[in-house]
């Protein structure tokens, strides 16, 4: 196997503070600008910042074992890591000192008129920096660690159809249960809480819809007529939403969908059912409060600071979470207002709520694809006795430029959560906002 000198970029330890340690016997080169970079981000209080200062104490560490300019092994059965200058002198024609990104590539450089017996590969997430590289006649690699989602397969929909016959179709719908063979579960590799579409062998149009839980397809309590104050399923995927939201024995949800799916609508109207007292439904409520909250992640050209208390600055933010509550309770102001002012919607900076354990509430993360894996962390440990947590998002619309449709957030408790009791998870397909929402979202 060619030895290799991987180079690292700042956009890759701006990711994975530990990424210095996935290249396993290989050697590791830092560009000194990189640290320059780097130190920049630290005071950052997200974790972009936290990457910055993880990979700092990382390095410092390093530094006590040895020399990071001559070189420090990084462990048992792996390379050495060395921060290197570069010269200036060296850089090929055209690039100038001024551009960091030409600063790091001409360490890449000199690293590959030094060693022409390794294979040089500069890692990083920046796609210009990459094409140029290779246009340098150097290899380069986008950093990827943190990908959970296989790009062949995508991301788990929670959604399976499953064919029988139409005697075990019946005894469904005559039990409200039909008993599962492990063969089956093994077949169609059924998780619990999967939604399930059974659907007749000889009569496609002979269906039911259930959810699967500990050996037995369970009929899903419909929402389609009655609705979730108000709000109706307007088909299986809706369907299926609202019976994961309702149920307050799975205190995770994630709904993933493209724009105009209604996932956010459906999030806040189970919220406000399960936590509001309704007069025409004066059951005992679950939940006491309902918290709000969504990345600060700006569309385009950021705005800058804004004035006030920290209600007033996350308000242009939430402004989507607002404008479904005031649908959902009549367009009323002054109601919501009452509501807030009595603690009983609470809105939430995610930036403030390390530390904190949030019990008896239903908590909503809006835009959650936007969040790295270590802020979806933070969240999920918050979390206290009897309160609920729905994630929902659209990974095909992000924002943050330190995660992708593989790596966000997300996707990440998607998939690591899948195949626990605890949680549950649908794609929602159809857009219901309006026609226009729908067509845009699948022709641009």
């Not at 020399?67 to 050495?80: A, F, I, M, R």
């Not at 570069?86 to 450089?109: C, K, Q, R, Y």
């Not at 690293?111 to 150097?138: C, F, H, W």
């Not at 009569?203 to 108000?230: D, M, Q, S």
Request: include cysteine; hydrophobic fraction near 40%; aromatic fraction near 6%.
């Amino acid at each position: 196997m060619t030895e290799k000198i991987y180079v690292i970029d700042t956009s890759a330890c701006l990711t994975d503070a530990s990424c210095i340690y996935h290249y396993g016997n290989h050697d590791i080169v830092i560009p000194m600008k990189v640290l320059e970079e780097i130190d920049n981000h630290k005071k950052r209080q997200d974790s972009v910042g936290a990457n910055a200062r993880g990979i700092i104490r990382a390095l410092d560490t390093l530094r006590e074992t040895g020399s990071l300019h001559s070189g420090v092994s990084l462990g048992e059965g792996k390379g050495t890591l060395k921060v290197i200058v570069g010269n200036p002198e060296s850089l090929p024609t055209g690039f100038n000192t001024d551009d960091a990104d030409h600063v790091i590539m001409g360490v890449a450089w000199d690293l590959q008129n030094a060693n022409l017996n390794k294979e040089i590969v500069l890692v990083s997430r920046d796609i210009n920096m990459r094409v140029m590289t290779d246009s340098l006649g150097i290899k380069s690699e986008v950093y990827i660690e943190n990908r959970v989602v296989n790009e062949e397969t995508g991301l788990y929909t929670g959604f399976k159809e499953i064919e029988l016959s139409e005697v075990e179709i019946d005894a469904f719908y005559k039990d409200g249960y039909l008993p599962v063979a492990e063969e089956e579960i093994t077949e169609f590799d059924v998780l619990n809480n999967d939604s399930i579409m059974l659907k007749s062998e000889y009569n496609e149009k002979k269906t039911a819809l259930c959810r699967y839980k500990n050996g037995k397809y369970i009929k899903i309590r419909e929402y389609n007529k009655k609705g979730v104050w108000g709000v109706r399923a307007r088909n299986k995927e809706q369907a299926f939403a609202f019976d994961l939201l309702m149920d307050e024995n799975i205190p995770l949800v994630s709904l993933v969908g493209k724009a105009g799916c209604g996932k956010t609508l459906m999030a806040i109207a189970a919220a406000i059912a399960q936590t509001i007292n309704d007069p025409f439904d004066p059951q005992e409520k679950i939940y006491k409060k309902i918290v709000l909250s969504r990345p600060v992640m700006p569309m385009g050209k950021d705005i800058g600071y804004l004035p006030g208390t920290m209600e007033e600055k996350m308000h242009p933010w939430l402004m989507p979470l607002q404008d479904n509550l005031q649908f959902l309770l009549g367009n009323d102001q002054a109601t919501l207002e009452e509501y807030m002012d009595k603690d009983i919607i609470e809105i939430e900076a995610l930036a403030y709520i390390r530390g904190r354990s949030i019990s008896n509430a239903f908590i909503i993360i809006d835009e959650a694809q936007n969040l790295s894996l270590h802020e979806i962390k933070t969240i999920l440990t918050r979390v206290g006795e009897n309160t609920k947590i729905v994630l929902t998002g659209d990974i095909e619309q992000i924002d943050n430029v330190y995660v992708n449709e593989t790596s966000n957030g997300l996707v990440h408790a998607v998939e690591k959560f899948k195949e626990y009791n605890l949680a549950g998870h649908i794609t929602l397909q159809k857009g219901e906002r309006s026609a226009l929402a729908t067509l845009a979202s699948k022709i641009m």
